[in-house]
T-cell receptor, first 115, second 118 residues
Framework: EAGVTQFPSHSVIEKGQTVTLRCDPI?????LYWYRRVMGKEIKFLLH????????ESGMPNNRFLAERTGGTYSTLKVQPAELEDSGVYFC?????????????FGSGTRLTVV | AQSVTQLDSHVSVSEGTPVLLRCNYS??????LFWYVQHPNKGLQLLLK??????LVKGINGFEAEFKKSETSFHLTKPSAHMSDAAEYFC????????????????FGKGTKLSVKP
């Protein structure tokens, strides 16, 4: 089966610009998650979709971040306007079962650099 | 609140020698613990998980980890390192506090980079 696909793999943008990251989960996986790793820090939870609904967005850092999952398939994460501290690697994961069971499949991540 | 501490940011071993990556956790609940690995330009891959069954957990690629409640540790080991084991390893605990039961977010350690010398 195809894995979780994220693109772009890398993005370099200027402060104040907008960037949209995309995640295609494994087909049939209702659960989709976004995580982020800022340089030198831990990977941290951003949000969780169940199908098209936001189950938990407690990890979203501020209102410059907007995640969508129209139709319950792929998801986008938009950062607008981007700030320097948004630089990091953004991971997407999907699963069939409850989170916490560890049954996630992660994508390769999008490395975002804001200059 | 749950947390994990990976005691070494970088570990270097010679090929064929044992690997030990250390992890301590903090949890008020019976934790679910995991080890993930990330090879360069790849996604995070689940190596193994502990969910209150056997305390010695065997994973893929010859890795195993032992859950020690008295020491709040979940160290990852492998008897003999291969060059292909060079990667970054993450100890992870499931944040059950917010949701109870088996649900929760994953809380990651800062990662340990494993280098394997020929």
């Amino acid at each position: 089966e195809a894995g979780v696909t994220q693109f772009p793999s890398h993005s370099v943008i200027e402060k104040g610009q907008t960037v949209t990251l995309r995640c295609d989960p494994i087909s049939g996986h209702d659960n989709l998650y976004w995580y982020r790793r800022v340089m030198g820090k831990e990977i941290k939870f951003l949000l969780h979709f169940v199908k098209e609904s936001k189950q938990d967005e407690s990890g979203m850092p501020n209102n410059r971040f907007l995640a969508e999952r129209t139709g319950g398939t792929y998801s986008t994460l938009k950062v607008q306007p981007a700030e320097l501290e948004d630089s990091g690697v953004y991971f997407c994961a999907s699963s069939q079962r409850d989170r916490g069971s560890g049954g996630y499949t992660f994508g390769s991540g999008t490395r975002l650099t804001v200059v | 609140a749950q947390s994990v501490t990976q005691l070494d940011s970088h570990v270097s071993v010679s090929e064929g020698t044992p690997v030990l990556l250390r992890c301590n956790y903090s949890s008020s609940y019976s934790p679910s613990l995991f080890w993930y690995v990330q090879h360069p330009n790849k996604g995070l891959q689940l190596l193994l998980k502990y969910t209150s069954a056997a305390t010695l957990v065997k994973g893929i690629n010859g890795f195993e980890a032992e859950f020690k409640k008295s020491e709040t540790s979940f160290h990852l080991t492998k008897p003999s390192a291969h060059m292909s084991d060079a990667a970054e390893y993450f100890c992870v605990v499931s944040d059950q506090a917010n949701y109870g039961g088996s649900q929760g977010n994953l809380i990651f350690g800062k990662g340990t980079k494993l280098s394997v010398k020929p």
